[in-house]
């Protein structure tokens, strides 16, 4: 059974430019999470996705943007990098945004900002 | 302020002997709490879970306690392997309506010594 795929793996920007990550969930997954992992604040939630529709944001400013398309796969967005915005930014899936249900993650997007 | 706590950056267990991670809470909320263990260049592997209104979930080599009235939970590995050598987070949820992503200790990094 494939796993979450998040491309691409490895990304260079500079400040100011825009970024666009991608996620697939696995295959009968319909929730999509989006995670920033940095050494200073280790696994911070970004914002979840179900049924297309965000149900949940983190607390991250509006720079931080994301979507689900109509087959769960999802895509997020940031603008006007910062140097600050350099991290491995993880996806993970689950069956449903319901009770007790483990999330999977994928291996991640290392963004890194010049 | 730091819902989730993994006091121990690191911990070295002996092959064969029984490995204990602790994690600590303060959101009286959290009813949902996994264990995920990660190796360096790959995402967050889920390992097991429970919800509250259990105390005891068994998998295998893996066993996760938690004690609600001290808002404390534990990850045992028996016995410990090599190959469980890796960092290993804490992560807990509210799952209840408007539910929140998931937030993450720190991480203990586990080395099983042969």
């Known amino acids: 059974k494939a796993g979450v795929t998040q491309t691409p793996r490895y990304l260079i920007k500079t400040r100011g430019q825009q970024v666009t990550l991608s996620c697939s969930p696995i295959?009968?997954?319909?929730?999509v999470s989006w995670y920033q992992q940095t050494p200073g604040q280790g696994l911070q939630f970004l914002f979840e996705?179900?049924?297309?529709?965000?149900?949940n944001k983190g607390n991250f400013p509006g720079r931080f943007s994301g979507r689900q398309f109509s087959n769960s796969r999802s895509e997020m967005n940031v603008s006007t990098l910062e140097l600050g915005d350099s991290a491995l930014y993880l996806c993970?899936?689950?069956?449903?945004?319901?009770?007790?249900?483990?999330?999977?993650f994928g291996d991640g997007t290392r963004l890194s900002i010049l | 302020d730091q819902q989730v706590k993994q006091n121990s950056p690191s911990l070295s267990v002996q092959e064969g002997r029984i490995s204990i991670l602790n994690c600590d809470y303060t959101?009286?909320?959290?009813?949902?709490f996994l264990w995920y263990k990660k190796y360096p260049a790959e995402g967050p592997t889920f390992l097991i879970s429970?919800?509250?209104?259990?105390d005891k979930n068994e998998d295998g080599r893996f066993t996760v306690f938690l004690n609600k009235s001290a808002k404390h939970l534990s990850l045992h590995i028996v016995p410990s392997q090599p190959g469980d050598s890796a960092v290993y987070f804490c992560?807990?949820?509210?799952?209840?309506?408007?539910?929140?992503?998931?937030?993450f200790g720190k991480g203990t990094h586990l080395i099983i010594q042969p």
């Open positions: 993970a899936s689950s069956l449903a945004p319901g009770r007790y249900q483990p999330q999977h």
């Open positions: 295959s009968g997954h319909r929730s």
């Open positions: 996705y179900f049924s297309e529709t965000q149900r």
């Open positions: 959101n009286s909320m959290f009813d949902y």
């Open positions: 429970i919800s509250s209104i259990k």
């Open positions: 992560a807990a949820r509210n799952s209840g309506g408007g539910a929140d992503g998931l937030t």
